[in-house]
């Protein structure tokens, strides 16, 4: 079983930065795919950022250029390093691990970027 948990998330006016982290309670495999996810109240959740094995990285067209996501393996932390915030990346921020059939998510950290 993994457990992860998001810290980092807080109230932040547009134009600054956050960098969320996500730790994991065990060692990161291979063949894992990181990602972290946002969701609003009465909305999907949505894609933010991926990693995936070879380190390639897909962004959301609305984060492109802002934010940055990154794996530190020998801590077992996932990185959304988040700049030029804007209102509308206001949600509750979650980080995933899929593993081999397996999601594995932490339980969030809400963001809040006012005008």
């Known amino acids: 079983q993994v457990q992860l948990v998001e810290s980092g998330g807080g109230l932040v006016q547009a134009g600054n930065s956050l960098r969320l982290s996500c730790a994991a309670s065990?060692?990161?495999?291979?063949?894992?795919?990181m990602g972290w996810y946002r969701q609003v109240p009465g909305n999907e959740r949505e894609l933010v950022a991926l990693?995936?094995?070879?380190?390639?990285?897909t962004y959301a067209d609305s984060v492109k250029g802002r934010f940055t996501i990154s794996r530190i393996n020998a801590r077992k932390i996932i990185y959304l390093q988040m700049d030029d915030l804007k209102p509308e990346d206001t949600a509750v921020y979650y980080c995933?691990?899929?593993?081999?059939?397996?999601?594995?998510w932490g339980q969030g950290t809400q963001v809040t970027v006012t005008s």
């Open positions: 990693i995936n094995p070879g380190e390639t990285t």
């Open positions: 995933k691990i899929h593993r081999g059939a397996s999601d594995f």
């Open positions: 065990v060692r990161f495999h291979v063949l894992d795919t």
